[in-house]
């Protein structure tokens, strides 16, 4: 063999094994695209996804989420935001110059996702409301949870200041058009005919963005909805934009569940029913944790002297609605 055919072969040699390279490099592409298509695919509607036990973590924000311990995007987040602002509340509320006969307390639960939650909520020893979650991660059948339910919310995930909160499916951003707004507060409806309240999830950074509240808060009152404050930050600029609409701005004077722990639970909850004694009434919104179940479960000696009702008993009753 000369060496122009020795050449010849060699660079044949050389182009078969840069084929391969590349061959090889674009498998590898096309795998992990697959990959992620696999592990992160959008949830469809009818297609309830599994989670796994969940862990509480704080972070320095001083926002409570629960995150999946296999840190899987479909399976991940679920939490609250709980402002410095509510040590002492009751302290601050003004006590009513008229003489209370049956000061009312209602207890909303957010973040319901599974009927095990909804049962358990049924199944306390007094008057609870639910809130449930639109279609999400957490299960993509939530509005079959309301079907012939007579007393419930929505809880409708809205911009916080957790970026890992913020991947919770469908919430609604600051940054998001009017016509966006508008058509997901119409597909709530379609998704809830029957419900009539609605209260954010999270939402510190929405709830204080006076344009965005404003689009969200007209939306709601054209689908027949009245929004609930959640009250996730002390800047919330919700009372304005309900009184931009001559409307009543409602919101939850204690969160019941910031720690869970039962005697911590128990603590807030007599923090809402001195609430409800000076002024008349108070809401208070936990989630169906099992250290806030269990206090629940426990907690009906504690109530004497105030009336638990139902969130939109007491709308009607307040509001004549």
Avoid: C
């Amino acid at each position: 063999m000369n060496k122009k055919e020795s050449e010849k072969i060699n660079q044949k040699q050389l182009n078969i094994n840069f084929y391969i390279a590349i061959v090889s490099f674009l498998s590898f592409l096309v795998g992990l695209l697959f990959g992620y298509i696999l592990f992160n695919k959008t949830p469809q509607v009818g297609e309830e996804v599994k989670i796994v036990p969940h862990k509480i973590i704080e972070n320095s924000s001083n926002i409570y989420f629960h995150k999946s311990m296999n840190n899987s995007l479909n399976s991940s987040i679920v939490g609250e935001e709980y402002p410095k602002e509510d040590k002492n509340i009751s302290k601050l509320i003004t006590p009513s110059p008229k003489k209370i006969k049956s000061p009312r307390l209602v207890i909303i639960l957010d973040d319901v996702s599974h009927p095990w939650q909804l049962k358990a909520i049924k199944s306390l020893p007094f008057k609870v409301t639910p809130s449930i979650f639109p279609p999400s991660q957490m299960n993509m059948n939530t509005p079959k949870l309301a079907i012939g339910l007579k007393h419930y919310l929505i809880h409708l995930p809205l911009e916080s200041g957790s970026m890992q909160m913020n991947k919770f499916y469908k919430t609604l951003f600051v940054r998001d058009s009017a016509s966006k707004i508008m058509q997901r507060v119409k597909e709530i409806r379609r998704l809830f005919p029957t419900a009539h309240y609605v209260n954010n999830h999270t939402g510190s950074v929405f709830t204080s963005n006076y344009k965005a509240m404003y689009q969200l808060f007209g939306d709601l009152k054209k689908e027949g909805f009245v929004f609930i404050d959640s009250r996730t930050t002390n800047k919330t600029v919700v009372p304005k934009v309900a009184k931009a609409y001559h409307r009543p701005y409602i919101s939850r004077d204690v969160f019941l569940d910031n720690v869970q722990e039962p005697k911590a639970i128990i603590k807030q909850l007599k923090e809402a029913i001195e609430i409800a004694k000076k002024r008349g009434y108070a809401i208070a919104i936990g989630h169906p944790h099992p250290a806030t179940l269990k206090a629940l479960n426990e907690a009906k000696p504690l109530l004497k002297g105030v009336k638990p009702i139902y969130f939109d008993e007491f709308y009607r009753s307040e509001y004549g609605k």
